[in-house]
C-alpha cells in the first residue's frame, strides 16, 4: 500500500502555486501528512546578470533574499495551508536538483507542483523544472495545467482514470490508483491506447490488428484480476495522448494517473508520451 506520510510543495508564490497548495492541501486533509512548504533560490547569478557583486555586498544579498522569502513562506502557509502539518524550508541552489534532492532524503510519498506553462499556449509549455522532477523524482508527482484554475474550496476526486502502457511498471501503476480511488471512494477506470498501424495496400486483412487488440485486452483483464479489483476497461486505437485523455474527458475523470517508470511496453508507448498527456490532460496527472 503507498504511504503519503509526506507531501512535498515546492513553491513560486504565483497563482500556479497557490493552485497546487489546493491540491496537495485536499490530499493533506484527507491523509494527514506533513506537508513540506519548500521555496528554491536560485544561485545569485541568475539574479544578478552580468553585475560584480563580491564580499560584504554578497553577503547582504543573501541574507536579503533569504529573509523575503521566509515571509513569503510563512506568509503563504497561512494563507492556503492552515490548520495542517506544514514545516517550511528554504533551499538554494538549481530548484529542479534540490527538490528531487529534498523528496529523496525526506521519502516524500508524493510531488505537488504546477506545470508552469505561461500565456495562452499553455497547453504546449511542460516547464523546464516540472520536466527534469519528473524525469528525476522515485515518488509520484501531480502536476497539471489546471492547477492554475483549480475549482474553488476543497479539490474533489471523484472520478480517476488509469492509463498503463502493458509494460513492466503497469502493475505499480495501476496499485497506486486503485489505493487513490478506494481512499477516496472515486470510480476507477483502466485504460490502454494500441498504436495505430498503417496497413499495407497490398495486406487488406486486418486480422492482425484484432490479434494485437485481444492480447492488449488480455494484459489489461491480469492486471485488475492481479490487482483485486472491478473496474471498467477501455481499450481504444489511436495516438496516446489523445486517446487518453480523450477519454478523461469522456468519464469526467478529477485525476489521471500514468505511469512513468518503465520502458515502453510491448502494446504502446505511454512513458514517451507522458509529456504529452501532461500537457494535453483535461485534469490533474499523478505520474507514478
Not at 513553491?11 to 502555486?17: C, I, K, P, T, Y
Not at 554578497?58 to 536579503?64: F, N, Q, T
Not at 514545516?87 to 538549481?94: Q, S, T, V
Not at 488509469?162 to 476507477?188: I, K, M, N, Y
Request: charge should be negative; proline fraction near 5%; include cysteine.
Amino acid at each position: 500500500m503507498p504511504a503519503l506520510a509526506k507531501v512535498l510543495l515546492p513553491v513560486d508564490f504565483s497563482e500556479r502555486s497557490v493552485g497546487a497548495a489546493r491540491y496537495a492541501r485536499s490530499l493533506a486533509v484527507h491523509f494527514r501528512p506533513e506537508v513540506l512548504l519548500v521555496h528554491v533560490l536560485a544561485p545569485l547569478y541568475s539574479d544578478l546578470g552580468g553585475m560584480e557583486v563580491t564580499g560584504s555586498m554578497l553577503l547582504e544579498v543573501y541574507r536579503s533574499r533569504s529573509a523575503a522569502a521566509e515571509k513569503e513562506l510563512e506568509a503563504f502557509a497561512a494563507a492556503h495551508l492552515e490548520g495542517l502539518n506544514v514545516r517550511r524550508l528554504i533551499l538554494h541552489g538549481e530548484p529542479s536538483s534540490k527538490i528531487v534532492e529534498l523528496a529523496h532524503q525526506e521519502a516524500v510519498g508524493l510531488i505537488a507542483m504546477p506545470t508552469h506553462g505561461y500565456g495562452p499556449f499553455r497547453r504546449f509549455i511542460l516547464g523546464s523544472n516540472t520536466a527534469k522532477v519528473l524525469h528525476d523524482a522515485d515518488c509520484p508527482v501531480l502536476t497539471g495545467i489546471h492547477m492554475e484554475t483549480p475549482p474553488s474550496g476543497a479539490v474533489p476526486f471523484r472520478r480517476v482514470l488509469c492509463a498503463v502502457d502493458l509494460g513492466s511498471h503497469s502493475a505499480g501503476t495501476l496499485s497506486w490508483a486503485a489505493w487513490l480511488s478506494r481512499e477516496f471512494q472515486a470510480p476507477l477506470s483502466l485504460i490502454h491506447s494500441v498504436t495505430a498501424h498503417v496497413e499495407s495496400v497490398d495486406e487488406p486483412d486486418r486480422g492482425w490488428q484484432a490479434g494485437i487488440r485481444e492480447t492488449a485486452m488480455a494484459e489489461l483483464q491480469r492486471l485488475q484480476s492481479e490487482a483485486g479489483i472491478e473496474t471498467d476497461l477501455i481499450l481504444e486505437t489511436g495516438e496516446a495522448a489523445r486517446v487518453i485523455c480523450a477519454a478523461a474527458s469522456r468519464v469526467s475523470a478529477d485525476l489521471l494517473v500514468i505511469g512513468r517508470g518503465s520502458a515502453a511496453g510491448s502494446f504502446g508507448r505511454l512513458r514517451t508520451n507522458a509529456y504529452s498527456i501532461i500537457r494535453q490532460s483535461p485534469c490533474p496527472v499523478v505520474s507514478v
